[in-house]
């Protein structure tokens, strides 16, 4: 009886195992087009966007996707017309369409699903809102070439990659527009800049979610904050421009457009800010160059310049404009990588930043010593000088040389007081003067031994205080 009731007990859980959960997972969410905060008005058509992640990496037989249903809250309707499209990471899929009740939408694939893939999915179509306000519940599921459920309902949370509504419902609010604007204003800037600041009164309308900015009846600029009372904007071309402002709930749900404001707005002639903290470092691809942005909000490139300390003279380098626009790379600096071979000697690197107008902003600088053995020699740790606090152990000091880089430093007795170990791809290393334990070491004479692979090279260092 106990070997029996233990086969039952292991049938049991290979079932629960094997049929109630199903290996096909997803996540997804509800927007409406153009909109970021779940909200839409009563009795109103609105776009629907209903995102998916599916993954079917551990889909067993049984899970191959055929259908998508959508069931909508009480109050909500559509139809077969109403419907858009259904995208697979972008690219748009076969489908036709069903209805039921008008509130559930099936989106049936002419071809399942059958890959082990994990992909984005988007359905749209449009709806009639109810005429009741309050919270409503959208829920989707995935359904086989049986027409039977995979799994339970698709769980909430973030697939769309954007910062709007991750959740599966809904606020319908009523469908009233805000009260106008208030003390709106356009003014242009005096300072040579193309630029025009706008300002008004704060809505007082809790439904209010932000501001709608019309520049000549054409240009739309959406600010999505309640809060908001000021907008710059930024490289308006120069002439008369006329601007209005709405508050809006929903993007079609907005107030009456304030009385026009007619500004004009001259040529820009004022340089922008330099760029900020520049640093240099030697790398094996060559010398890298890194700086912060401008804080100027016009400034459309970077030219990199250089030169001999010596002559005072910065030229331009080669292909050294760099676009001010961020892509890829979610670092906030940005890097031009010098792979000339330099000769020993004292240079200068310099960024300008340059707008929109060609106006260019003063240099930023900095200096490049290059030797071929440690500088300064002596150095002077408690210096504020950078030039002088700190000792550079150039790896050209070795000649032809390949493999790890370090530096061992030494007191007169021999004893070791500071180990420098470069990292993958370091040409220099840099001593501060301290020893193992953060201490700076006492003034007078200390050995070097730097080392490339198997081959060294010594000398003497002057600390003084």
Request: with cysteine; net charge negative.
């Amino acid at each position: 009886m106990k070997n029996a009731a233990f086969i039952s007990l292991l049938i049991i859980c290979f079932f629960i195992t094997h049929i109630s959960f199903g290996a096909v997972t997803s996540i997804g969410e509800i927007n409406v087009d153009g909109e970021t905060k779940g909200i839409v008005p009563a009795s109103s058509t609105v776009t629907l966007l209903v995102t998916l992640v599916i993954d079917r990496s551990q889909a067993v037989t049984g899970e191959e996707i055929m259908i998508i249903e959508i069931t909508m809250p009480s109050g909500f309707q559509t139809v077969v017309s109403d419907f858009k499209h259904i995208l697979r990471d972008r690219v748009e899929l076969a489908a036709s369409v069903e209805t039921s009740g008008g509130n559930v939408l099936r989106v049936v694939l002419n071809e399942p699903i059958i890959d082990f893939q994990n992909s984005v999915y988007e359905i749209a179509f449009d709806c009639l809102t109810p005429n009741n306000v309050g919270e409503t519940v959208f829920r989707a599921r995935l359904r086989n070439t049986e027409d039977s459920p995979i799994g339970e309902y698709i769980r909430a949370g973030q697939a769309d990659g954007k910062l709007n509504n991750d959740d599966f419902t809904l606020q319908v609010i009523p469908n009233v527009p805000p009260a106008p604007v208030t003390g709106f204003t356009a003014t242009s800037d005096i300072t040579g800049e193309n630029d025009v600041t706008l300002r008004w009164q704060k809505s007082t309308d809790l439904d209010v979610n932000g501001y709608v900015i019309y520049r000549d009846d054409a240009v739309q600029i959406d600010v999505e904050q309640r809060e908001a009372t000021t907008f710059l904007d930024v490289n308006v071309p120069p002439g008369n421009h006329t601007y209005q402002i709405a508050a809006f709930k929903t993007k079609i749900l907005q107030s009456e457009r304030s009385p026009i404001q007619t500004v004009n707005v001259s040529a820009d002639t004022a340089a922008p800010e330099p760029p900020t903290d520049i640093r240099i470092v030697t790398e094996r691809e060559g010398i890298v160059v890194y700086w912060g942005p401008s804080v100027s909000r016009d400034v459309s490139k970077y030219r990199i310049m250089f030169g001999s300390a010596d002559s005072g003279t910065l030229n331009p380098l080669p292909n050294s404009e760099i676009s001010a626009e961020k892509t890829s790379n979610d670092s906030t600096e940005f890097r031009y990588v010098d792979n000339r071979q330099l000769s020993t000697g004292s240079f200068t690197y310099a960024i300008v930043a340059i707008d929109e107008a060609d106006n260019e902003s003063a240099p930023a600088q900095k200096r490049l010593r290059i030797f071929d053995k440690p500088y300064p020699n002596p150095f002077t740790p408690l210096s504020l000088d950078p030039d002088f606090n700190t000792v550079v152990f150039p790896a050209r000091t070795i000649d032809d040389a390949e493999g790890e880089f370090s530096v061992l430093l030494y007191n007169l007795n021999g004893v070791l007081i500071k180990s420098l170990i470069a990292e993958l791809g370091e040409t220099e290393l840099k001593w501060d003067g301290k020893n193992e334990n953060g201490e700076i070491a006492e003034s007078g004479i200390y050995i070097y031994q730097l080392q490339i692979g198997e081959s060294f090279k010594t000398g003497t260092i002057i600390l003084a205080k």
